[in-house]
């Protein structure tokens, strides 16, 4: 084996990539920081059990372990942010009423999520803790729009579904532990046969409210049909009036309902979604509701937040391609002191002015060809000369 081969699933960015993910990276966080979300980059490895908090098998499986020397405690290197987000909320900045943090880092994984998948994702998310009303569950999805388009790749359709209809069908049907997590599963994969068989045996009503689950989804009347199949139980009828209540007051939104698109059965608790993009077929940004994450460090909390990989958001975006740089030959080795000062001036005006200037090494030359590419690999369309005692720029 070639030691200079990467692990599976694993990649180096090289410059066109990595310039557009900076890009990106830095709009993006540009426009949660315009929002008033404060940045914060957790550590890339924690106390295995603080790490996997709230955050259920799936994620476990994900993390890759290892033991800490120091302590002989088992560590965890983080396959996922939001614990560790809230954990700062919870117990670090320990802040009174409501708070906003955004993050933008690398995560592991020790399984691709699926065959196209990365295992090093590139995460990046936004968050609100202290309110639990829905005006919180508003901005979060307003940005998460926002942030689809800041990208240059909008929202066709965002998805919206409630953990809190499932949770309360569970607990009248007397489901819980495993049963519960089997049935989250069946209702993702709406596999209705098998829902069939799991509730041969439950009263009809509540037979009918969860075989009607994977097909509630469309538009804005599937809230009507909701309201006929339902349990009519309090909590379900604030799960509607929830869904019903956000998709009025954001109709410029590309709003849809999808009551068994569930997500996060381990620690989500009330409205969840997710966005669409053209061009892909996966959901590209993920989000939802989640109260009381922050318990176990110390301090529960409500909070709604999302995240999305921003590598492959990067290869839908639309970004302005890098700028060409231009190309300054070195002098000849005899020139005299106020020639190299005058240049290096010249070369500092123009990196003052936003301009990339490739200051030449001895013996460095710009080679003819396609794109005007350099030996450094750098592209070049002009150049900064010497003429009639001044340094200007001109084509090359």
Not at 61 to 79: C, E, I, N, Y
Not at 178 to 199: C, H, M, S, V, Y
Not at 216 to 223: A, E, F, Q
Not at 370 to 383: E, I, T
Request: net charge negative.
């Amino acid at each position: 084996m070639m030691k200079w081969l990467l692990p599976e699933s694993v990649a180096d960015a090289l410059p066109d990539e990595a310039a557009r993910l900076e890009t990106l990276r830095r709009r993006l966080l540009d426009l949660y920081q315009a929002h008033g979300y404060e940045l914060v980059q957790p550590p890339l490895i924690e106390y295995l059990d603080s790490l996997l908090t709230g955050a259920g098998r799936e994620m476990d499986l994900r993390t890759f372990k290892l033991v800490d020397q120091g302590s002989g405690r088992t560590l965890g290197v983080r396959a996922d942010m939001t614990a560790q987000v809230a954990r700062i909320d919870a117990h670090l900045l320990n802040r009174a009423g409501v708070v906003r943090l955004c993050y933008c880092h690398s995560v592991l994984h020790a399984q691709p999520a699926d065959m196209q998948a990365s295992r090093e994702p590139f995460q990046l998310g936004a968050e609100i803790y202290g309110y639990a009303d829905l005006a919180a569950d508003l901005e979060i999805v307003r940005l998460a729009a926002a942030t689809l388009q800041a990208a240059g790749a909008p929202a066709a359709r965002i998805d919206l579904g409630h953990m809190g209809i499932f949770r309360t069908l569970m607990t009248l049907a007397g489901i819980n532990g495993e049963g519960e997590e089997n049935f989250f599963k069946l209702l993702q994969r709406k596999d209705i046969p098998a829902l069939e068989a799991e509730t041969a045996d439950w009263r009809p009503e509540l037979r009918a409210a969860m075989l009607a689950l994977p097909r509630l989804y469309g538009d804005r009347t599937v809230l009507a049909k909701a309201r006929e199949v339902l349990p009519k139980v309090p909590a379900i009828h604030k799960a509607l009036d929830d869904l019903d209540a956000l998709i009025s007051q954001a109709s410029d939104l590309p709003l849809y309902l999808d009551l068994s698109d569930l997500r996060g059965y381990h620690y989500h608790s009330g409205i969840v979604f997710a966005g669409y993009c053209q061009g892909r077929s996966a959901a590209m940004v993920l989000g939802g509701r989640y109260d009381g994450v922050g318990a176990a460090f110390g301090r529960a909390r409500p909070a709604t937040g999302f995240s999305l990989d921003i590598r492959e958001l990067c290869q839908l975006a639309t970004l302005p391609l890098a700028p060409a740089a231009i190309f300054a030959a070195a002098l000849p080795v005899d020139a005299n002191t106020d020639a190299r000062d005058a240049r290096a001036q010249a070369i500092q005006r123009l990196r003052e002015q936003g301009e990339r200037v490739i200051d030449a090494l001895p013996g460095e030359m710009q080679t003819p060809g396609v794109n005007d590419v350099l030996y450094s690999g750098s592209v070049c369309d002009r150049v900064l000369v010497l003429m009639q005692g001044k340094w200007i720029v001109q084509a090359s």
